[in-house]
């Protein structure tokens, strides 16, 4: 702008322009479509698709690639310089997104359009702030319905329902000269399940509570906001009616778009979970601020009709809190040991849901790692042809689950340490062995 000092600015785009300015991708239910993602940027960017998977096809850079079995996974993990094609059908009609799930990227501040923070509701920029908090890295998918084809049951049938509170307190996070300076950077947050039977005790949970819902079966989820801000809730990896899918003034169909959940309001989800496996739940809206106070959880889908014969350790990995430098466990930079029956086959449901960092996570014994079997990505289970055990660590970004199946045959304490794989912090969680 003439008259005014020149200041660099990286932006981040999706086909050359930030969302909401780079239009629509028109699909019809059904349709097979091959895409080509290319990375030329400097960072990586975990690439998450709305409502459906779609099968990895090549991996490689600018000069060569090769071709892959076509695993299904719901977020591609790209690294600079990297690409990927992949196959998506579309099976159930409405608007989707697909999107960088580091939080940085898809906000204000690296949009092409210089926009106000979505926090600030009294900011005289027009721009609606109940539903642009994602912006940049992010592009809208509107699929048409194709006459004969079945669309996803919503309510009919509700035989469980579940009721969620978003709560809030202060002084979560940081330490007291943060909480001098900038008291609303220690807020930390949860999804609190709460009824008027049994109340919100007023103290806030060390992270949201793991919700367990079985193949086939109806819910109805209930999402109450007593929060300062406006909220929303994406049900990350499911297979559901746009309409419950979670981005404020998106899901849904035109002219009836789903709504930001409003302080003191309720936005209720509907949807049939359609198959077994480790998805998670979180805000999306102002996901820096929300996803990084704590506002995510771990979403277990159970088949009734193959009940698991392993046992089981649901592991979420997640940020602390708005300027937090390092990344929690179940909650905790400290988190408590868990125990595995020693000599048994056992599976670890891992989630990555930090807001902006990509991880490294890896079995050890002492300085030595471990081999662990990947079984499953995304809720997408792996042929039992394509399993190998590998000493490999799971680098992952938010946005990503990944099921491991461990066998430790020694009786003691072991560790499954989680890396920043950037950022120079590390947090370690016991594992011990125990009889059988």
């Excluded at 469980?160 to 909480?179: C, F, H, K, Q």
């Excluded at 909650?331 to 868990?338: E, F």
């Excluded at 594992?431 to 059988?436: A, C, E, F, G, Y």
Aim: glycine residues 10%; hydrophobic residues 40%; proline residues 9%.
């Amino acid at each position: 702008i003439e008259g005014e000092p020149y200041v660099p600015r990286d932006w981040l785009v999706v086909n050359g322009r930030s969302f909401p300015h780079n239009g629509t991708m028109h699909l019809t239910q059904g349709d097979t479509v091959t895409w080509r993602w290319l990375n030329p940027s400097e960072s990586a960017h975990p690439i998450h698709l709305h409502g459906d998977h779609f099968r990895v096809t090549r991996r490689g850079t600018w000069a060569a690639d090769t071709g892959q079995w076509g695993q299904e996974v719901v977020t591609e993990l790209m690294m600079p310089g990297s690409t990927f094609e992949a196959r998506y059908v579309p099976t159930e009609p409405g608007n989707w997104v697909i999107h960088c799930h580091f939080a940085f990227h898809t906000s204000h501040f690296l949009s092409a359009e210089r926009v106000a923070e979505p926090d600030d509701p009294g900011s005289p920029d027009a721009v609606d702030h109940t539903v642009m908090g994602m912006r940049g890295m992010m592009l809208r998918i509107r699929v048409e319905p194709r006459e004969g084809m079945p669309r996803r049951a919503a309510d009919s049938g509700v035989v469980r329902t579940i009721r969620l509170e978003t709560r809030a307190a202060l002084r979560v996070y940081g330490d007291s000269a943060l909480a001098a300076r900038a008291p609303g950077a220690t807020e930390g947050m949860a999804f609190v399940e709460a009824s008027a039977a049994h109340p919100f005790s007023g103290t806030l949970p060390p992270m949201s509570p793991t919700l367990v819902l079985r193949r086939g079966e109806p819910v109805a989820i209930t999402v109450v906001n007593h929060l300062r801000a406006p909220t929303a809730v994406h049900w990350h990896g499911m297979e559901l009616p746009s309409w419950s899918d979670g981005v404020p003034g998106l899901s849904g169909g035109l002219p009836d778009m789903a709504p930001a959940i409003m302080p003191g309001d309720s936005f209720t989800a509907r949807f049939t979970p359609t198959r077994a496996g480790t998805y998670m739940y979180h805000a999306h809206s102002n996901e820096m601020h929300q996803i990084g106070a704590g506002l995510y959880g771990a979403l277990i889908v159970v088949d009734p009709a193959e009940p698991s014969v392993m046992p089981e350790r649901v592991i979420v990995i997640g940020g602390d809190g708005y300027f937090g430098a390092a990344g929690r466990i179940n909650g905790s930079r400290t988190p408590d040991p868990i125990e595995i029956p020693v000599g048994r086959e056992v599976r670890l449901r891992l989630a990555s849901i930090s807001p902006d960092w990509r991880i490294r996570v890896r079995l050890m014994d002492g300085e030595q790692p471990l081999p662990w079997t990947m079984i499953a990505k995304d809720a997408a289970t792996i042929p039992v042809a394509r399993r190998a055990p590998t000493l490999t660590p799971w680098i992952a970004g938010p946005g990503e689950t990944a099921d491991f199946a461990v066998r430790i045959d020694a009786l003691g304490s072991f560790q499954l340490l989680v890396e920043g794989d950037v950022e120079d912090w590390a947090t370690p969680l016991t594992i011990r062995t125990v009889p059988q």
